[in-house]
C-alpha cells in the first residue's frame, strides 16, 4: 500500500472525527475550510488518492456522494502515524523521507497523546552533548508553553528553526547548546515560537 502523505492523513483524520461527532460526513468543501486549503479539487483529489489505498470508498447516494471508512485499513492500534512538523528548514532542502508520514509503536510515548506528536529533523551539532545529532529525527509533543531546562524545538523570528535548551530569563529567552563550539541565543520572547519538548529520537541508518 502506498505511504499516506500528511495531508492525506489530516484528510482522513478530519473526515473520522467529523463523521463520529455529527454522525454524517463532512462536504469536500468543509473538509477544505478545517485544512485551510481554498480548492475543493485539492479535496477530491486527496479522497481519490485515499480511496485508492483502500482507506474509504465513494457512493452515489440520493443524488450525492458518501464516503464509507475503512476502519480496518486504518493504522493499527499497536502503532500510529507522525507528520512532520511544519516550520522553517533554516534553508535546508528536505530529505526525500520529509514527504510522507511514518509509523511509530504507540509503546514509545507512554501517555503522550498521538495526536500532538511531530517529527523534526535536526540541523546541526548544538545538541550533541545530549546524543542528538545533525540528520537525526527528534520527536516533539507539540504543546504552547515549556518550563526551563526543556530541550525543545522553536522557530526565531520566524525564519529559524532549532532544538535546544530552553530558559526564561525577564522578557528573554535563552536557547542553550550542549556543545560548546555553539553560541547561546538570546532573543525577545515575542519573537520565539514553541513548537513542542523534545520526547524521543529516531537515528536513520547511513
Known sequence: MPTRTRRQREVLDFIIRYIDS???????????RELGVSSKAGIAKHIKALEEQGLLQRRRENGSFKLDIGRS???APSSFEISWLDAPSN??????FESSAFALPLFILGDVSPKSVRAFRVTDNSMSGKNICEG??????TRSYLRDGDCAVVT?????TILRQYFREGSQIEMRPADER???????????????VFRCLIRPTV
Open 91 to 96: 534553508g535546508f532542502e528536505p530529505e526525500p
Open 136 to 141: 537525526d529525527v527528534a520527536v516533539i509533543e
Open 156 to 160: 526565531i523570528k520566524r525564519k529559524e
Open 73 to 75: 485499513e486504518a493504522v
Open 182 to 196: 555553539y553560541d547561546v541565543l538570546r532573543v525577545a520572547g515575542e519573537h520565539v515560537k514553541i513548537h513542542g
Open 22 to 32: 455529527h454522525g454524517y460526513e463532512p462536504s469536500y468543501q468543509l473538509i477544505a
